[in-house]
């Protein structure tokens, strides 16, 4: 059984994903000049943004395990870095498909893709290194090493991008959105449906990875 | 017996170890300078290349040898328990991470002496800068290279397959310094005077972030090993 607080978000998010798709497509007006490849901007960003929470996520969990030593931080970490990166996998996937379209590349080392990239990067040899050690206690501390070190890296990240040239647009800065109402309207839409959608994912991969350790407690348990 | 007393006492230790046995820097300079000229026929040999792909043709060699020496680093401490008798002696963990970083520049600098006149000697014709423009974007990278590597290390040798997971942890953590740095030796291989200068303050940065970041949490790392 799962528990109700998931069972609902899992609705909540099976009914707003949906329904974000379908305002992208029908309420969301044409862009001008892109045309309807600009469509894929709105999951494109909400993507980006829950991607970073999950890396946030991660690296306050590490601190956290490695202050408290309780195995449920260690489990969130991993689940919210394991989301991270399928997330960040699709926005870079969807961030091609937009560039080869619009700057005619699938790929530029502008600031904000090299960000991403580098991100990706460091957090799928978070993965690896989860699987290569299979002492928990060990595991969990060497893994929230990383995760710390990993979220450390991302404004030196961002600085060193600038040294390239971006052609990334900049939709929403501090004083205007440059947006048409509808456009906000759906993007804020995808933005929760998105992180709706990221908040199921996270519980069902913890309780997940819970029980996991606790079947190999009751193992070693057993072999005693 | 204060902290830098005890952190050089570790470093002295490192060097005599080194000096007696020589495992690490012959392989350094060695490994680093067949990169060298890997990468000197994988352009065509003997061709003029510009300054920026020269001066990243210098930072893979210069990351390539020093992950080599930085596996053993830390490594070697395993061998006969020697993680836990250093923790549990009188020392701060912090010291540890410290000496261990210092030993690895060291050795980085040191491989470098002969790699860096390798490298002009490869790839010198049409570099407007000569050797005085690297060195610093060089330092630079080596104590970066030696403070998130040394962190990484206790990390990675606490693992069974250290050889291979040091090198996938720590290069993704290093591409911005990689960037950075290869823009500061770039301008300065073209003979621009203060070019690049604007890459040498974030690479500080990665520096003391990754020295402070590596002194706290090098002991938890370290006390899984």
């Known amino acids: 059984m799962m528990p109700r607080l998931s069972l609902t978000l899992s609705i909540l998010a099976a009914l707003l994903v949906p329904a974000a798709a379908a305002a992208v497509f029908f309420h969301a007006p044409v862009e001008q000049t892109m045309g309807v490849v600009q469509k894929i ?24 395990y490695l202050l408290r030593r309780e195995r ?77 070190a990993g979220f450390l890296d991302v404004p030196i990240v961002f600085l060193s991008a600038r040294m390239f040239r971006s052609i990334h647009p900049t939709i929403i800065t501090s004083d205007s959105v440059g947006l048409e109402p509808p456009m906000v309207r759906t993007l804020l839409l995808c933005l929760v449906a998105f992180l709706v959608l990221w908040a199921v994912l996270f519980r069902l991969r913890c309780s997940l990875l819970r029980n996991e350790a606790r079947v190999r407690d009751l193992q070693f348990e057993l072999e005693r | 017996m204060t902290t830098l007393n005890q952190i050089g006492f570790l470093v002295r230790k490192d060097l005599r170890i080194e000096l007696r046995k020589r495992e690490s820097l012959i392989s350094m300079a060695f490994f680093g300078v067949l990169v060298l000229v890997t990468l000197s026929i994988a352009v065509g040999g003997g061709r003029r290349v510009p300054p920026e792909t020269g001066a990243g043709i210098l930072w893979v060699a210069a990351l390539f040898s020093g992950v080599l020496g930085l596996g053993r680093v830390f490594a070697r401490e395993r061998e006969n328990g020697c993680v836990a008798a250093l923790l549990v002696s009188p020392m701060n963990p912090g010291s540890l991470y410290a000496a261990k970083a210092l030993v690895n520049l060291t050795l980085m600098v040191a491989s470098q002496i002969v790699l860096v006149p390798v490298f002009f ?17 060089l330092l630079l990278l080596d104590v970066a290279f030696s403070s998130a590597g040394t962190l990484l290390s206790a990390v990675a040798a606490g693992t069974r397959r250290n050889e291979v997971l040091l090198p996938i942890l720590l290069f993704p953590l290093l591409l911005p310094v990689v960037v950075l740095g290869v823009k500061a030796s770039g301008a300065a291989l073209q003979g621009k005077a203060g070019g690049g200068l604007g890459a040498v303050e974030p690479l500080a940065a990665f520096c003391v972030i990754y020295s402070v970041a590596g002194y706290f949490l090098f002991p938890f790392a370290a006390r899984e090993v």
């Open chain 1, 72 to 148: 449920r931080f260690d489990v969130a970490g991993a689940a919210s870095v394991e989301i991270g990166v399928v997330f960040t996998t699709l926005v870079l996937i969807t961030g091609s498909l937009w560039g080869r379209s619009i700057w005619n590349t699938w790929w530029t080392w502008d600031p904000r893709l090299t960000t991403s990239l580098i991100l990706w990067l460091i957090y799928a040899s978070y993965l690896i290194l989860r699987s290569a050690v299979e002492e928990e206690g060990r595991r969990a501390t060497f893994c929230a090493v990383i995760a710390v």
């Open chain 1, 41 to 64: 901007f709105y999951f494109h960003l909400a993507l980006a943004l829950s991607a970073f929470l999950s890396f946030a996520v991660a690296c306050v969990s590490g601190i956290l």
């Open chain 2, 121 to 137: 000697a490869l790839f010198g014709q049409g570099l407007a800068g000569g050797l005085a423009a690297v060195v610093l974007p």
